[in-house]
């Protein structure tokens, strides 16, 4: 979705097929540091970045599991620029969505192949619609149909870690500092909260090891009784409603992404 | 944004080359950053009996952090697109 607004600002006409039937409340909190606000400001999005984000400031700190800390988190770059926000993901994707001009979005459209004939590179989709286009980039999630076609094929290898992800309203923690992004790190566990949603949500995550393999996805329900093993680490998760995601290493060393050579000009 | 940068440079016939360009530019600072969020996590994850040195490297992560958050791809991605115009 940055892509397209990044292709869009450059000129370029762009089309996004996305497979969910809408663009939805998905997911928690994510982490967004002055290298991604520097391109978000490009784009147009500096206030965008200021209205949803919450700003971390210099109170970030990693902890003991006990609490005793252990240092700060740096959380400006070499100039001093705090561009630092804890982000609910679904307000990341709003308005980067928004910031499209209309009939952009394709919703509903799952990519399940690819193929490329002469000047023209054309992906297939579930619903049974085509688009061509000279240039086709990939971005169709951690089980990518589309994958396939650039990588040989590779397994995922478990990571052996669980996270659950959990929000928070900032009512029923008036005293949470909002200002600051904190982790408690424990052996073999962390748990990290940071606020999100310009200050009004606490975002939190506990990471716990498992044997247990599950499907990476955001949306899937959580354990409570895992739920309440993760909160070993920071104490407050327990009995919060939780969504799991698994954390995978990519079956290779490195996953930069190779795109076939567009075509030439038709 | 090294995409959109390198292919508004260039006209339709020479994608092939600038995705090529794309991919010799950001191959190595992306395997950089992957690993590097690899070796967080694992740290993070410590499992070791005395976590004294999983803290010291917590300490230093702000190194890397500062390393992350400087870097700007836009100029790199201007100058690799120039050299395919060459």
Redesign the interface.
């Known amino acids: 979705m940055f892509a397209a607004n990044a292709l869009i600002g450059q000129g370029l006409r762009v089309s996004v097929y996305e497979q969910a039937s809408a663009l939805g409340e998905v997911g928690a909190g994510v982490f967004v540091t002055p290298n991604a606000v520097r391109h978000l400001e490009r784009v147009g999005l500096g206030p965008a970045v200021e209205k949803w984000g919450a700003r971390v400031g210099p109170d970030s700190c990693y902890f003991r599991h006990d609490g005793t800390p252990i240092a700060p988190v740096q959380v400006s770059d070499a100039s001093g620029w705090n561009a630092t926000f804890g982000m609910h993901r679904a307000d990341f994707v709003d308005f980067l969505a928004a910031n499209l001009p209309a009939g952009i979005v394709h919703t509903g459209h799952r990519a399940i192949g690819f193929e490329q004939n002469g000047d023209v590179a054309r992906v297939k989709f579930a619903n049974g619609a085509t688009a061509e286009a000279e240039v086709v980039v990939a971005a169709d999630g951690i089980h990518s149909e589309l994958r396939s076609y650039v990588f040989p094929p590779s397994k995922p290898v478990f990571h052996g870690t669980i996270s659950y992800r959990g929000l928070v309203s900032r009512e029923r923690l008036p005293n949470w500092p909002m200002d600051r992004w904190q982790m408690w790190a424990g052996p073999s566990r962390h748990f990290l909260v940071f606020p999100v949603r310009h200050g009004t949500m606490v975002n939190y995550v506990g990471f716990v090891p498992t044997d247990e393999e599950m499907k990476e996805s955001w949306s899937a329900p959580g354990i409570q009784r895992c739920c309440a093993a993760s909160s070993k680490v920071g104490t407050r998760a327990s009995g919060m409603c939780c969504s799991k995601s698994t954390r995978h290493f990519a079956g290779r060393s490195t996953t930069v992404s190779r795109y076939r050579p567009g075509p030439k000009a038709g | 944004?090294a995409?959109?940068?390198i292919?508004?440079q260039v006209?339709?016939?020479a994608?092939?080359?600038?995705?090529?360009a794309?991919?010799r530019l950001?191959?190595e600072r992306?395997?950089e950053i992957?690993?590097g969020a690899?070796q967080n996590?694992l740290r993070?994850?410590?499992?070791?009996?005395d976590?004294s040195v999983?803290?010291a490297e917590?300490?230093a992560?702000?190194e890397f952090?500062?390393h992350?958050?400087?870097?700007?791809v836009?100029p790199d991605a201007r100058a690799a697109a120039a050299a395919l115009l060459q």
């Open positions: 944004m995409l959109a940068t292919l508004a006209d339709t016939s994608v092939p080359a600038s995705l090529l794309y991919e950001r191959r992306v395997a992957q690993l690899r996590g993070l994850d410590s499992a070791d009996a976590l999983r803290d917590l300490a992560h702000a952090r500062k992350l958050y400087a870097y700007d836009v």
